[in-house]
């Protein structure tokens, strides 16, 4: 036996090795002791299947303040969308939805409500309109799948689904001087924009200096319009 493990001395060590291993994994077993439970790795669930989803809600924006055009001055290339609802024209500047709050505007003041949908990532507009008694509270709920996602009554769905409960409403991608000049008493929804003024801008100037001034502030329209 000594002739085989001196002529095996690497065999010997693996033997040894092997047995020390054993040993080692041996220590402390207990017959009673329960195997360890798995490890729970948190994985995220996307609200309709991309695994980019960027699930979030915001708050409703829900009969904003809407500004007669008369009394601004807005640049004549600015893109609007544009509605006609109740007789009244109405139109939203694009670039004040690109704000992440005011990606979806609700309109209630209106006989039949509706709400105007934007989603900067894709440039995306859709205008949707509810029952005579609805009252929409339509809000942004994140990005998923190349859409914006919104929540209507409870659920999630893409901006660009045929299954949101709610009718599509024309509307008008057009500039503001060409849709101003077909609609000049249009309502206007400027958001957080700051906006130059019309005919109070031109009082002001020719305005006597200790006389009267006029406050520059565009003129807000009529809520119950």
């Not at 060590?13 to 360890?36: A, H, K, M, N, Y």
């Not at 989803?53 to 001055?73: E, R």
């Not at 509605?83 to 939805?97: E, P, S």
């Not at 060409?178 to 958001?191: D, F, N, T």
Request: glycine share 8%.
């Amino acid at each position: 036996m000594n002739d085989v493990f001196d002529s095996c001395p690497g065999q010997l060590l693996r033997i040894t090795g092997l047995s020390l291993s054993l040993l080692f994994v041996c220590v402390g077993c207990d017959e009673t002791e329960q195997p360890l439970p798995p490890i729970d790795v948190p994985t995220m669930t996307p609200m309709i299947g991309g695994p980019a989803s960027t699930p979030f809600i915001v708050p409703p924006q829900v009969d904003l303040k809407m500004l007669q055009a008369s009394t601004l001055q807005i640049d004549s290339a600015a893109a609007v969308i544009g509605v006609i609802a109740d007789g009244t024209a109405r139109c939203y500047l694009l670039q004040a939805m690109k704000d992440m709050q005011s990606h979806v505007v609700n309109e209630n003041r209106t006989e039949r409500p509706f709400c105007v949908t934007y989603c900067d990532r894709t440039d995306t507009v859709r205008v949707l309109a509810g029952g005579d008694d609805d009252m929409l509270e339509v809000q942004t709920a994140g990005f998923d799948s190349g859409q914006m996602l919104i929540l209507h009554s409870g659920t999630i769905f893409g901006q660009k689904s045929e299954e949101i409960p709610l009718e599509d409403l024309s509307y008008e991608r057009s500039s503001w001087g060409e849709w101003i000049a077909a609609h000049p008493e249009s309502l206007v929804y400027v958001g957080n924009l700051a906006v130059g003024s019309g005919p109070q801008k031109e009082q002001e100037e020719n305005a006597p200096e200790n006389g009267g001034s006029s406050s520059g502030q565009p003129e807000e329209s009529d809520p119950d319009i």
